[in-house]
């Protein structure tokens, strides 16, 4: 990081601070939450997704994913041929889904 930017960083912190406006946030005073999971994701990423788990927000590649088990789960307790190949046939439709959803956020973080 360039120094001057570094340098721009410090200062707005030390008015913030001045101000008042860093003291009373949620989590003054605690240690950080241990997040292994996320050791190894890219930063931003995982605040983004922090953000939007804080807030109730799902994105459609987790709910894909979701139905993806449950639907797996369910082909696997199914023992007629026809019912199995409905089950088969909306596993492939929302693998494809899932793949495309998962293929649009790569893509949109590079």
Known sequence: ???SFRNLIERQILKARAEG?????????APLPDRPETALVDPG???GMRIMAEAGVKPEEFALKEQLQAARNELASLTAPAERKTAMARIADL????NM??????AFLR
């Open 1 to 3: 990081m360039l120094r």
């Open 21 to 29: 406006k860093l003291s009373g946030l949620q989590g003054e005073g």
């Open 95 to 98: 693998e494809m889904r899932y």
């Open 45 to 47: 990423l995982a605040a």
């Open 101 to 106: 959803a998962r293929d649009a956020r790569r």
